[in-house]
């Protein structure tokens, strides 16, 4: 080899493309430093590492959603590639360890590894100048100035480690990293840009564009600069082929490789005045050469060009690219199987399993013995505290060890704690349920006070017995009201939810709130679609999923200590996941939780163009100046300031000095703080002066008396304090008097009980009680700085009401109507979560608005849905569905799929389920309980818990309304149908129900209308913050046009029900999470022995008499508009309107085709898991805790009718904010990038974005037809109503049979095989609109044909198996 590196004898060793089977152009190649690895970077973004010699593709991934830039080599193995959007850093096997992204105004333009260390990247932004940048976290450490100039190249290291950047005009610009890379000499190198830029050493070689005759071409010479003290010219290099590429060789410090596009490279000698060795050709096909890499061993050089080619040429038949290289870690060889199937062969040839991998578990003789491993061990925490550790070994000294004990004694002392392990209950499932039992039982023979069934924390759990069905509910609700699960993170807001949903006046507000789709976390929208879902649940379990959802995103709610597990955290990187600081009591978070919430929902609800927005943020508004008298305070600005907010002046005195200073300022606080007093410290009287040996001590001094809830509640109102601050500039820290006067009150008062956990009630109670006041009456004086306090009965205070006329901003009377309870059973297991920070419950006395006047609180019958198979197997029947309903269900499923068919028409089997249903009501009083008067509360164990032995949570008692509440008292819905049966002569109805599953009997109309002559009326108890409080509001009524744009699609609001008869008198209701049921108003103020102690009161002012009248509940109006879900449509993708997609995979709905009632659609859903399922070691296996956190992934929408039928109009791609755990592609069809914001192809829009699709299709009345719509509709957390459903896993089932999958049904029934690599939603969707037309033509052949034609599915099913894949033969016609 001569001093070029070149001893004549290059060669083209191999030369294959990067991607056979996409051959794009190739826009960088390198080598890597520690393994026999090829790098090459291309057009579209892809980052490829190929094996040398041989040029086979080792790893691949789309890096890049555009070209690849710049390609280094790093340190250790590996490469980092940059493109405008991202630099990222690859391991060899293609993953991607860090990811550092930038937005679309200041793209990359080029990076290189810092000089010296290689641990950090020094990346060119546009605009931006230079970032220094970790490789280990990708956090930007340094910022550097380039002059103010476009830096597209940057090499390193040059001498004394200096930074070369070449810049847009052609100019070279040296940058020393001791001074923070800042410019310390710069050079014209070409005129009009750098075409090559390469370093080594002292000398820098570049190659460029100038102009010549007008024109800018590429110089045909490369110029050598020596840059050991400035940069200056050492020589000019001829290269007649025009040098495009400049790459200095690594084994000589002055030669360097010179190419050209053409293919033509040589070797030359930078310092010796121009001489070349030979020149060679690379044979590119006509394609032109876009880059050159030298390996470290100087044997070998790689070409990339626009072909998609990689050229290899070496010196030696068995090229190197590094003297000593780390072996690869090369995949395993995939077994070959044991018998080879041709195309037409049976698969009953193949073996299910290789024989050399063992036998299976079913070979086994049952008889056989197993091995089975120990426990994992238990080490004592005080133990645990005296351990040491040396290097990797923890060990703990013997705490038993002597030098004078006998040898062994300490070894036998510790044998016990050295072998203690975890002991795994071998018993029944429900010995866990006993031990309880037992301890109740325990408990109440000591004369302890036992908590009921209904207030200890519920589990969502798989039910004996059911097999193929999902949690009954229905167990644990038998009310009109829907609960809410408890299985995710931050479901202890629950009871919060449900009491903000009983606010009649807030609840119309948020389901009128304007929705933003831009704004993704909103949580006046969030909320407002969960008051819509308890809405229109009636009955059912719901989930906060996106709200809690949207809560997460918070980052003030993760500040506060609000979040459970794990929160999200914006970085440099992108969204990642970190643990949640939460706070340890649940009584401070769900009090911070409320404050949180009505603060945030009244900034969301603000008018930004006003300045009420600002207003808003800030917590009070100062002034210098004292107020006149009866000045009145400002007006509220939005809704949930005018219910909740209460305004305020404070007062600060200076007590300093003898003018007295005085300091005014207005504020507003939506939640009053309990200030609990501190006890005193207990006082002993002196001593004597000589007192007398052995005689006892003087008694202590008794402690004062508590004061009442009124006179605690007055003084935190007041809040008189005296405490040290800062006053003005003047007199700056003084000792300061605050104080503070209402100068509006608002119309809900909560109150935050500021109480410990466990602790004693701060304020006079009778034993065992909680002694909260059923009304309290207000009155304000801030001329005065006097507030004062009554409490007493509601039906006492009432009347003072209506003596001195309706409430004022100064003076109300108020009312409990909710308080949220903090409950710690104390028979609980030890050890389990629930036993140590206990849960929370909510009692919630339910205004007359939302009880029916015929049923009560009891749940309405559910409609029949097109959707359910009304088949049993074995009998042709109906499924619990009235008579007159089934034979009016098929008349309204094909009555429902024309478009021409309003919402009258879904009334159909509305009407016949309500000519069916037994006549009257459930909520009446009989007249022999009516004349007994109040009922005593008689203190009862209850059977056991919810659901289980038969016990229903709903007759646990059947207590009324308290005589102090002011309300006669209403006994439990089952014990009042119970009551009347019994006086009729008839058997007892609920009896009727547990034996056959109906409803329960009802008293008739004449009965129920004398029980409710004598019972009396009580409509002072509705809300004066009702629905017209917020019609008042400004910006908050719906216009004529929104409220006539939908027909109404849910059948229970077809017309507004118009009271016959008195409104219904409010019920005390307590709602733990799913489990709901009326309860008497004396539980309100049980305490269970501290077992259940108050955390939030809700009190709501009353109006005078006869002002409150009760509203049927109406409609939610919808949440779109059609123009604005047409708008919403045509939304370009998150990666912009300019973004280039793959093939479109959707047609948005034209103007003809808008969403109408009964338009039919197809829909499919695929999800994501976001975090595992959390299991521990219970009953000798794994069971789960918390279920798997799933996510939205994917949402498509296809249409039913039309001549576009079976084609897409919706489908969405959800880009999420929280990393993926699995992407369950085999089930979802979703791959690792198709939700990547910088590498997916596809449509990405947001979660709230296509929830304001869906909901729109929902409020318009379109019937959605899908498989296994439950689990997808649950997922997406919305509430569509059974007439709009129809579930093809329903359709073709039995009950009490497994649902057969969307392939089967295809397979058996539309001979099309799908599903067979992955899920495609479009495709899904697509054959349930096409079984739903199957089960269609099987209704129109009758009942006992399509009866038959399903058993006949079950048969073929269960003898050749459920998968089609594996079918032997071709299933039987279903048609004849």
Known sequence: MNGYGDSGGWHEAHAAPANPAFQEAITLVETDESHELIWAGTESGGVYALQCPTLKRYSNSRAHIGRVDELVAAHGGGALSLSSAAVKLHSPGGLARLTIQTDQTAPFLACALEPGSGQRAVIARRGKGLGVHELSSGRRVLLADALGQEVVIVRAPAGRGTLVAGTEDGQ???????????????????????????????????????????????????????????????????????????????????????????????????????????????????????????????????????????????????????????????????????????????????????????????????????????????????????????????????????????????????????????KVATGAPDSAAKAKAARRKARAAQGGAVLPAWYQHNRIKQQAGTRFEAFDFSAHNRTRYAGLENDMANSYANPLWQILYFIPALRETMMRHVAEPDKEFCLSCELGFLFRMLFAAKGAACQATNLLRALRQNREAGALGLLEGQAQRSSALGDVLVNASRDASLRRRVQSLQRFMLQQLHRESAPADSGSAKAAKATEKASDVQPEAGSDPAAPSTAVEALFGMATRQRTVCLSGEDRAERFTDSRTFQVELQVPVAPTPTFPAAAASPTRGKAPAPAQPPPPLPSFAKLLQDSIVGQRTNRGWFDDSRRYQLLQQSQVPTRLPQVLVISCGMPSGGALPWDAPPDSAGLPWALDIRADPDSWEVTIQEGAAAELRETVDVEGGPSDRRAV????????????????????SASEGHLIAHIQVPP??????????????????????????????????????????????????????????????????????????????????????????????????????????????????????????????DSADTTAAEAGEPSGNSASKDSGEQPQQPDDSADSDQTSEAPSTPLQQLKASTSLSRAMGGLSLNAARQSSFEVSDPDALQPRQPRRPPPAPRWMVFNDFLIKETPAEEVQALFGGQKTPCLLYYTQMGAAGAAVVEPVWQPPPVLMPAAFQQLCLAPPLQGPTFRLDRPTFTVLRDNELPKPGMVFGIDAEFVALAHADKVLQSGGDMETRVARLGLARVSVVRGEGPMAGQACVDDYIHLHEPVADYLTRFSGIVAGDLDLAQSRKYLTTCKRTYLKLRHLVDAGCLLVGHGLKKDFRMINIVVPPAQVVDTAELFSFKRQRKLSLRFLAAFLLRIDIQGQAHDSIEDACTALALHKVYQRLQATGDEAAKEALSKMYDFGQEVGWDPALWPRTPPPVFP
């Open 172 to 422: 070279l610009l040296l940058l020393d990293p001791r001074t923070g890379y800042k410019v310390t000499s710069s050079m014209a190198a070409h005129s009009a840009g750098l075409a090559a830029l390469d370093t080594k050493a002292d000398l820098v070689v570049t190659a460029g564009y100038g102009g010549r005759q007008g024109r800018i071409m590429l110089e045909s010479h490369v110029k050598v600069y020596d840059v050991r003290m400035t940069a200056r010219m050492l020589a000019m290099l001829p290269f007649t082929a025009g040098p495009a590429i400049l790459r200095f060789h690594p084994m000589f410090s002055s030669t360097v490789l010179v190419a050209s596009a053409s293919g033509i490279f040589s070797l030359a000698d930078a310092q010796g005045a121009g001489r070349y060795s030979q020149s060679y050709q690379v044979d590119t096909a006509g394609d032109s050469l876009t880059s050159a890499a030298l390996a470290s061993t100087g044997d070998a050089i790689v070409f990339g060009g626009t072909g998609g080619y990689v050229h290899l040429w070496a010196l030696s038949g068995h090229p190197r690219m590094n003297a000593y290289s780390e072996p690869l870690e090369l995949p395993l060889a995939m077994p070959q199987p044991a018998v080879q199937l041709k195309e037409r062969d049976s698969f009953a040839l193949a073996h299910q399993y290789f024989p050399e991998q063992g036998k299976l578990l079913s070979d086994f003789d049952p008889t056989t013995p197993m091995q089975q491993g120990l426990p994992p061990r238990i080490v004592d925490p005080l133990l645990l505290a005296n351990s040491r550790k040396a290097d990797f070994v923890q060990y703990i000294q013997n705490p038993h060890f002597s030098k004078d004990a006998p040898f062994g004694q300490a070894t036998a002392k510790i044998a016990v704690a050295r072998n203690a392990r975890v």
């Open 814 to 833: 108020y009312e409990l109507c909710a308080a949220v309870h903090h409950v710690q059973d104390a028979d609980e297991e030890p050890g389990r979560a």
């Open 849 to 974: 608005a939302y009880i029916d006047t015929e049923r009560g609180v009891a749940q309405s019958p559910v409609p029949p849905s097109p959707g359910q198979s009304p088949f049993v197997r074995g009998a042709l029947s109906t499924r619990g569905v009235p008579p007159a309903a089934a034979r009016h269900a098929a008349a309204s499923v094909a009555a429902a799929q024309r478009p021409e068919v309003q919402a009258p028409a879904v009334e159909v089997a509305a009407s016949a389920a309500a000519e069916a249903a037994p006549p009257g009501g459930s909520g009446a009083v009989s007249p022999a309980a009516a004349a007994e008067g109040p009922v005593p509360v008689v203190a009862r164990e209850p059977a056991g818990p919810p659901g289980e032995d038969g016990a229903d949570p709903a007759d646990a008692t059947a207590a009324g309304q308290a005589a102090e509440g002011g309300h006669q008292k209403f006994p439990s819905t089952a």
